[in-house]
Every structure is written in C-alpha cells, then in structure tokens.
C-alpha cells in the first residue's frame, strides 16, 4: 500500500516540487551521516564521478555512495546537481562524489575538475538497456524531461511500434553516442569502465570491491560483506515488489531476447552499428525469443579492460 501511495505521489506531483523535496532529504541525508558517522580513512581523491547512461543502475549506485559505510572509509558525502539547478561550475564541489551524471565524454572532458579525481563510466548491454528504458517509461518512470510525452506515445502502441520508436527516440537524443564516446576514448588511470552485468551479477562482490580500489575508497571485508547485503541486486528488487510496478524490473542480462524479433534487431542494428561489439558484448544471429542465451561468453572484467581501456585502434 506505502509503494503503491508513493508511487502515485511521484507519477502526480510537479517536477520542480519533486526536486526541492530530493533537495531537502539528500541535505539531510548527508547531514545525519556527517553528524553520525566518525571517518575512519579518507579518500586520497577530492572528487569522484559516477557517469552513465540511463537505465544502468544509476539508483543503484546512488544508494551503494550514500551509505554512511563509503563515507566512513572516504570522509566523502555525495552529491547530484540535479537537485541543485547545476549552479555549480565544478558540477561539483570539492569533497563530494557526484552521482549520475548523464555526459557525453567530450563534456566529461571539458568539465573542471581537481587534479586528483576518479571517474567511473556505467555501461550496458545497449539491447537491454533499451527494453528496460521502454517498460521504466511506459509504467514507473518519475515525470522529468519528456518521459510523459513519450510514456503516451508508448501506451498507445503495440510493443514492438513502442520499440522501434524508443530505439529512434535514443538515437536522437544521443544515447548510443554517449555509449560509444565513452568506449572509444583514450586509456586513462583517472577513468575507468565498469559493465552493469558485472556490477550486479554473481561476480558483484569482487566487482564492486574493484570500483570501491578504482575509487580510493578501502573497505574492510566485513563491511563491504554488509554494505553488498544492504544493496544486493536482488533485495532492492523485493523491497520494489510490493508495488505496482518494480522501477528496477528483472534487471537480467539477456532479456532483450524476450523482445527483439528480426525487425526490431535491424533497426536497433542500422542505429547503433558496431556498438554491442564495441561495448564487449556478442552479437546474436538469431533475436527471436527462445534463442539460446549468448550471454555466458560476454567479456569479463579482464577482457573489457583489454578491449575498452586500451583504446586498440584496430578494434574501432
């Protein structure tokens, strides 16, 4: 009943109200773990990024930052600069990790940072990512930007029409660029890429210990045990369950199959090109549901960092 209240709450309630109430509980979030929480080790960085693409977890991560844990082995409070009208010419200010920001790599580039930083870049199967942006708009995604616009479009279609308009949609607004951009750009000690799939498959513990080591962030092994139980995958699923509609949905690598047929492969193929590929994933020969899952010989941790981090010019 409390899911389904608040669901309708987000679903009626104008934007600008929305943003100033997340303005007030981040505040005073923050406030309660700096009052609350004694740092025990601090980040050798003065700011770290999470960049992404939407419908990659960036919720997810948000929650994973703000535990007081991070910030008891950082000294580190997180911050959005949505909630803040990016008043900020940093995007950030110093001593803060800022979360979901949503940039090409150019702009990531071009925007001033501290000489000691650490960034992290998000991605995901493209495929997936797209069938969890349609059933997020259609269903549960908070109004912002032109969710509502595009939620009508979608409610008045069949799937697969909603599917190739989203994957029209997407390329438009630059979304399979974002992905490439950050794919292809120079290796860098400061930036590194980290897969969805990895973040919360089977593999989560070690992965998210190796984006925490990436961060300058040291957590002993008993509270990152605690910390990845607070925010497994899998609970944060439950704890959406009881509502009409789970924002997080399945979250499974490889359901796109459940949805592509041979239309929807070409048209997501004449948008993205090389994309999947480039981003470490197979291709399928087959999209029809039923196809045997190809997604046990996606490239791990060690082969995304042969592919994506050295920039091999002959891979692009």
Known sequence: MFNRTLMFAKQHTPNSVRVKARRVLHEAHNTRVRLTT???????????????????????????????????????????????????????????????????????????????????????????????????????????????????????????????????????????????????????????????????????DAEVERLMRHCGIHIPPDEMATLLGRYSFARMNDRNAAGAVSHYRKGEAGDWRNHFDDDIAAAFDAATGDLVTLLGYHTATEHRPGAAPLIKGQAGPADRDES??????NSR
């Not at 580190?76 to 010419?89: A, I, Q």
């Not at 994506?308 to 010019?313: I, N, Q, R, S, V």
């Open 38 to 204: 004694p740092v025990v080790s601090r980040c050798e960085f003065q700011n770290i990024y999470h960049c992404a693409v939407r419908k990659t977890a960036s919720q997810w991560i948000k929650a994973l930052f703000s535990d007081p844990i991070v910030y008891k082995y950082s000294g580190l409070l997180t911050y959005d600069p949505r909630y803040y009208g990016w008043r900020d010419p940093r995007v950030c200010p110093p001593d803060r990790i800022a979360l979901s920001l949503y940039f090409h790599r150019s702009r990531f580039d071009k925007t001033p940072k501290p000489e000691k930083h650490r960034a992290f870049f998000v991605l995901r199967d493209p495929r997936d990512m797209l069938v969890s942006n349609y059933f997020s708009t259609k269903k549960s995604h908070t109004p912002m930007g032109d969710v509502l616009e595009v939620r009508r479009i979608l409610q008045e279609k069949p799937k697969k029409d909603g599917l190739l308009y989203l994957i029209e949609n997407l390329e438009k607004k630059g979304t399979f660029k974002a992905l490439r951009s950050w794919a292809v750009a120079p290796p860098s000690e400061a930036v590194k890429l980290f897969k969805y799939e990895d973040l919360t498959g089977a593999g989560q």
């Open 308 to 313: 994506l981090l050295k920039g091999d010019a």
